[in-house]
């Protein structure tokens, strides 16, 4: 167990559809960042938290919102989902230095 | 952005072989790390090598930075060492905490046969 959380495992929801992953980061972790891995993308950064507050974005597309609450956890919100949202997302937390940086397990998402 | 390339893309090798992973990048960065991601998908970080060589039982690594690679060394394999290898690199490091994105490679493929 990395100490990093990801709710669910695995989700099959349908196009246009809405879901929510959540993480839970490692006790300590101020930093969660999510990520997408697809098999024609790879893996690429999608958008940090710090404390609260967003500090970075990568590729995030408009439809994927993310969110950090005050308990640390986070939430990444996809709408309108499309067949080529199909991935493993995951999620990442850091104390703030990148050694800390620890992966959940990830949650794999099908669109059908 | 910064490119990553690792090489090579796919790897097979029988127990007990030693291997090396290379990963070049084309700017310099802040940190790299290495990580393992197992047959069922679990990313594994193995090490935090902006610089210099690290020992991890079979596993080192070594990063010459001012040259843009870095090398994962996997002795006497086993078959557990299977999966994919990522390298990622960090460009930035922001102020006040916290640190940018990773930039992954495409990974080398990994299989050790019995």
């Known amino acids: 167990d990395s100490g990093v959380t990801q709710t669910p495992k695995h989700l099959i929801t349908a196009t246009g559809q809405r879901v929510t992953l959540r993480c839970s980061p490692r006790?300590?972790?101020?930093?969660v960042y999510w990520y997408q891995q697809s098999l024609d993308q790879g893996l690429q950064f999608l958008i940090q938290?710090?404390?609260?507050?967003?500090?970075a974005k990568g590729n995030i597309l408009e439809r994927f919102s993310a969110q950090q609450f005050p308990d640390l956890h986070s939430e990444l919100n996809l709408s309108s989902l499309e067949l080529g949202d199909s991935a493993l997302y995951f999620c990442?937390?850091?104390?703030?230095?990148?050694?800390?940086?620890?992966f959940g397990s990830g949650t794999r998402l099908t669109v059908v | 952005g910064i490119q990553v390339e690792q090489s090579p893309p796919d790897l097979i090798l029988q127990e007990g072989a030693n291997s090396t992973l290379r990963c070049n990048f084309s700017?310099?960065?802040?940190?790299l790390q290495w990580f393992h991601q197992n047959p069922w998908g679990q990313l594994i970080n193995l090490f935090y090598?902006?610089?210099g060589t690290k020992q991890n039982g079979r596993l080192s690594a070594t990063t010459v930075a001012t040259e843009r690679y870095s090398l994962l060394y996997i002795s006497s394999s086993q078959t557990t060492d299977s999966g994919v290898y990522f390298c990622?690199?960090?460009?930035?490091?922001?102020?006040?905490?916290?640190?940018?994105?990773?930039?992954f490679g495409k990974g080398t493929h990994l299989i050790i046969q019995p």
């Open positions: 938290y710090y404390n609260g507050e967003e500090r």
């Open positions: 006790s300590g972790d101020l930093s």
């Open positions: 700017d310099s960065v802040n940190n």
């Open positions: 090598i902006p610089s």
């Open positions: 990442a937390s850091s104390e703030g230095d990148i050694r800390g940086y620890t």
């Open positions: 990622a690199v960090l460009v930035t490091i922001r102020a006040g905490g916290g640190a940018d994105g990773l930039t």
